[in-house]
């Protein structure tokens, strides 16, 4: 079972461009999570997502920013107009679904990360 | 909303040797899930080991072992026997179960060396 697929591992953009980061979670897993991490500091959530559902977005800058998690194929980050400031490490996370509820409080398994440079 | 507060920015332990990573944190729920993660430079993370928080027992995995002290809000990782691979950044993370979604708090990071 292949574990949470990100791609690309490094992106490299210019300040004003558009950034799309991909998140492929482990077989079975409808959950994913979107996390960033600045140089030096902790992991900060940003968002949750279901399949073709935002859950909790809450950690999320409110412009430029947007995240989605269609039927089909991987969870997308995308950032419009990046700045430098937009210059980090982004995870990703899966995990499977509760059995009880539409939740999911299981365990999270983290992708390598996409480390996005903004010039 | 939940803070995790880890005041150790940088430790160094001889190898073989223990070492205790401090965490605490700040809540006003009853349930909850504590772990530690390991970030190596590869920035994988990694986790080590987890505690619920209605079990009083402290967590164990093989050299890694919790004190969980919830009166105190405190959530220390001891690490026994530390091996040159245990070098890494370690994050402790709070996790709620009381409400919708289960997004992780972080803590900064610990930054654990470890001395041949």
């Known amino acids: 079972n292949a574990g949470v697929m990100q791609n690309p591992r490094h992106l490299v953009r210019r300040r004003g461009q558009e950034a799309r980061l991909r998140c492929s979670p482990m077989k079975g897993h409808s959950h994913v999570y979107w996390y960033r991490q600045l140089p030096e500091e902790g992991l900060k959530f940003m968002v949750y997502l279901q399949k073709e559902n935002i859950i909790d977005e809450s950690g999320m800058p409110k412009e430029r920013f947007s995240a989605e998690f269609p039927k089909e194929g991987p969870s997308i980050l995308r950032i419009q107009q990046v700045v430098r400031g937009d210059s980090a490490a982004y995870f990703c996370?899966?995990?499977?679904?509760?059995?009880?509820?539409?939740?999911?409080?299981?365990?999270?398994?983290f992708g390598p990360g996409t480390r996005l440079t903004v010039l | 909303a939940q803070t995790v507060t880890q005041s150790q920015p940088e430790m160094s332990v001889q190898e073989a040797e223990t070492v205790t990573l401090s965490c605490t944190y700040d809540?006003?729920?009853?349930?909850?899930?504590l772990f530690w993660y390991k970030q190596p430079p590869s920035r994988q993370m990694i986790l080590v080991i987890r505690q619920e928080a209605y079990k009083q027992q402290n967590a164990t995995e093989n050299r890694f072992s919790v004190n969980f002290q919830k009166a105190a809000k405190s959530f220390s990782l001891k690490i026994s026997d530390s091996q040159l691979g245990d070098a890494a950044m370690y994050f402790c993370?709070?996790?709620?179960?009381?409400?919708?979604?289960?997004?992780?708090?972080f803590g900064e990071g610990t930054q654990l060396t470890v001395n041949p």
């Open positions: 809540t006003s729920e009853s349930d909850y899930y």
């Open positions: 996370a899966s995990s499977p679904p509760d059995r009880w509820n539409g939740y999911s409080y299981n365990e999270q398994f």
């Open positions: 993370a709070y996790r709620s179960v009381e409400t919708s979604g289960s997004r992780l708090t």
